[in-house]
């Protein structure tokens, strides 16, 4: 836990000096982000399960995700939809949609309609309904915790449908954290939407279990041996307690004890292989409900998405591309991602930017090298690495060493200017083409007999002289020094 670090959504945080690490809200649940990761060399984002539209959550912040080099997108939720998009479909105009309030578009034009708030807020009423149904005929209920949000928004709903029906049964929240992380999410709002915020501003709870509480509407308890539970413990009930997984935690004894009964109902949140979670119950007699609540980019909005991203680069799983079609798309490039398979990414920033103090930038005296395009200031300090970006730092004595006599050479040797020059000196030379270790054939070999014998090696790189006289390399040295440019 002492290497686990929290950020707050859209801070930033710096790994290493290097690498610069923001979070943003997916619209999930709380803790669900989207990532962007900024380098020196480009940013990447990373796109998870994310939700347009949630009654609780805050709102998915995809404008924070725009025009980044690179986009992982990992959203596999569309795994289940049984519809494809064909060629053509998934350029469907996310604005045309016209008929809809403006409350209900955002600014991109994409629809977030009530049509998903009602679809949410009607799945909550059937569970609720159907577990009211379930304790009247004297069974019980067992709600393994998954999202916390839709355990909060079913515990509203749940208790409202039974002082509605004049319905009394205890309703137990067993976990070892559920005192402490109720009272948590009662008083951080960062995580919720607009309308949840409001109500802490106006006064009022984020959600209804404080309340409840306070009533002893709701019982909370830290495990299902403590004396509080054994001593208020009756059925028929209504229990939310971990695990969903339904291997572990205090549903797997409520599980074994209500599993043979058929008036009881266990609720849970769609699973993709249901006989084998249930199959350490086996014979299951009691009823059970699946329910599937919205938590991922459905695939009619991914290319919409995608297009007001703008990113240079789509990273996207292989599992989903017989589901989307980005045959005709122009606006950035496609590859595919498989597990445990290393993808190359060509980086699409070549040079580095370095930050430099103005007052210090206004003292450089650049060295323009017409022929190579370059303009050249020699300095004296350190070059850091904070936040993602490259710092200079210069030494207090002198800010630029223009004054200095200087031994530093920049350009390329011209080598029938060399040959000039030692014909000047006196020295007979001859050249011829060889090659380097490297295998480069452009590389030009200098024989020098009379009065000196040398050889120089002149790259594209580097110029090396080999003699057995430290005299005459020295000699040779200066004739090279006087073709270079001096930085």
Known sequence: MLKINTLNYAQEVCYNGTLVIKAFSSGVEIGSCNWILNGPKGDIAYLSNSCFFSAHAMAFDYRSLRGTCALIYSDFSSLS????????????????DKLLPPSFQDSDGFNLNSDEDLEEKEKLVFICSCAIECVKDGGSVLIPINRL??????????????EASATEVPVYIISSVAEELLVWLNIIPE?????????????????????????????????????????????????????????????????????????????????ENLELALLPFKPVAMKVLQCLFPSGIGLQKVQPLLKTLQPKTVLFPEDLRLKTNFSCEKSFSVSYYTEAETLKVSRQKDSSEIKIAADLASQF???????????????????????????LFLDNDKKTSSGNSSLLRCGLLDSNKFLAKLSKMGINASMERGTDDAGSTNVRIVHTEKPYKALIEIGNTSTAITTVDANVASILYKAIDNILDEV
């Open 149 to 162: 949000g839709t355990i909060l928004q079913l515990l509203e709903e749940m208790t409202t449908l039974l």
């Open 81 to 96: 939809d049984t519809q494809d998009i064909e060629d053509g479909d998934n350029y469907t105009d996310p604005t045309s």
């Open 365 to 391: 005296y650049w060295k323009t090298f017409k022929k190579e395009g370059i303009n050249v200031n020699r300095l004296k300090g350190k070059l850091l690495m904070e936040n993602g970006r490259h710092h």
């Open 191 to 271: 995580w919720l939407c607009k309308q949840r915020q409001e109500r802490l501003f106006s006064g009022e709870f984020l959600f209804a279990h404080v309340k409840l509480l306070k009533e002893k509407k709701i019982h909370v308890v830290p495990d299902i041996h403590s004396h509080g539970f054994l001593k208020n413990w009756r059925e028929p009930c209504i229990v939310f307690c971990p695990h969903w997984s339904l291997r572990m935690g205090p549903v797997v004894h409520l599980l074994r004890r209500w599993c043979g009964d058929p008036k009881s109902l266990l609720i849970l949140e769609d699973m």
